[in-house]
């Protein structure tokens, strides 16, 4: 027979795990001793973790958190008795944004991002009346600004776009959104135009003897992402205590605000070229404490446009570099999931599939001449059952 527990007993199993603070609308779960938030604003229930075991953290999580709410209500309350304008609209929607504790703190940033290239494209657009704003209108907008942008970029924009509207249809404020019909674009693979091998001595050699102040820096970062596959970003939060010899790996974490691009860290393994920089590094600059960043400079693109006009060959870019070393470790036999991984992609291996999944002409004809197709003489095989066509696995 199924046991079942008095009310009594299920409330005081409840208050066992919460524990009131001296805050009000502050509690402490007490098995992993987490604070949440429990409020009402606007006659709604808000309970909502503030990701911290740090009591004075979480106080100041908390406020945070009521003020995002409660400004978010009166923004609300304010569309409802009169006129929604599309900056009422678009700031509902940032106060959704930074109250869903699912997206990263870039992400946040980058929705930002959207809406400023919103407001100096349509200059008009932030005090008008959503329900004043036609599909037409739209339209005309998102002709003018697929010119000036990128694809990325304007997708990502339009998106912003939709979701604002999104805001007033949700408050009652209009019907449509006039904005659904704005159609995306599709984003071009980049046709990469990487240097060989040979190339990429050359240019680093260039940079490092040019007789600036910072060319061996310079030097240093363009083979420190090439080595490494790291973004930009990524490579400049890298510490020597990051670097583990031992277990010959990195440690990428990326901002320490923002973290890496996907919000997870990953370990990537040191190839014998990276060693030989990092211990050359490290033994021009034994001094420095484990907390100093491998990398003086956090850029180089100057010094890499010069080199490689001088050396006539494609300017290329710090992440023409992430791909060089994806490409590279391609061509070298490592499989596309292992180096997707590397890279610290979440997709197992689908992006890098499309993105590098063609290799450069010289190795593809390289691996061409190893596929054969003739009889092989029966001396030469142990498996006469099996196919007599041979073919090398690309």
């Known amino acids: 027979m199924r046991r079942t527990s008095r009310p009594d007993q299920e409330s005081a199993n409840h208050e066992g795990l919460w524990q009131k603070s001296a805050t009000p609308n502050l509690y402490r779960y007490r098995p992993s001793g987490r604070y949440f938030a429990r409020a009402k604003v606007g006659g709604k229930l808000i309970r909502q973790s503030l990701k911290t075991s740090t009591y004075s953290v979480a106080v100041l999580r908390l406020n945070d958190l009521l003020k995002e709410n409660r400004g978010r209500l009166e923004i609300s309350e304010a569309a409802k008795s009169g006129p929604m304008t599309f900056q009422q609209a678009a700031e509902l929607l940032l106060a959704r944004v930074d109250a869903d504790p699912t997206l990263k703190p870039a992400t946040r940033v980058y929705r930002r991002r959207c809406l400023d290239a919103l407001r100096r494209t349509w200059p008009d657009l932030p005090d008008t009346d959503v329900r004043r704003i036609t599909p037409h209108q739209c ?67 260039t940079i490092a003897e040019r007789g600036g102040r910072f060319s061996r820096d310079c030097a240093n970062l363009v083979e420190f992402l090439a080595y490494g596959g790291f973004r930009k970003g990524e490579a400049e939060f890298i510490r020597w205590s990051d670097c583990d010899f031992s277990k010959s790996h990195i440690h990428v974490a990326g901002n320490p605000e923002f973290g890496t691009k996907n919000g997870e860290v990953r370990w990537v393994p040191m190839n014998a070229a990276m060693i030989t920089l990092l211990q050359r590094l490290r033994a021009e600059r034994a001094e420095e404490p484990p907390t100093t960043a491998v990398m003086k400079i956090q850029e180089c693109q100057k010094a890499m446009d010069r080199a490689c006009l001088e050396l006539g060959i494609d300017r290329i870019t710090h992440h023409d570099l992430r791909h060089f070393f994806a490409t590279t470790c391609i061509e070298a036999g490592i499989d596309i999931p292992t180096v997707s991984r590397w890279l610290g992609h979440k997709d197992g291996g689908a992006l890098a599939m499309r993105v590098y999944g063609h290799l450069r002409d010289q190795h593809s004809q390289a691996m061409a001449q190893r596929v054969i197709f003739r009889r092989m003489p029966a001396e030469a095989t142990t498996a006469p059952a099996r196919s007599t066509l041979v073919g090398a696995s690309l």
């Open 139 to 205: 339209q005309d907008w998102a002709a003018d600004f697929a010119k000036r942008y990128s694809e990325t970029m304007y997708n990502n924009t339009v998106g912003t776009l939709r979701m604002v509207f999104d805001v007033a249809v949700k408050n009652g404020v209009r019907f449509g959104n006039p904005a659904a019909e704005v159609r995306k674009v599709k984003v071009p693979l980049k046709n990469l135009r990487l240097p060989s091998l040979e190339q990429f001595a050359a240019l680093v050699r």
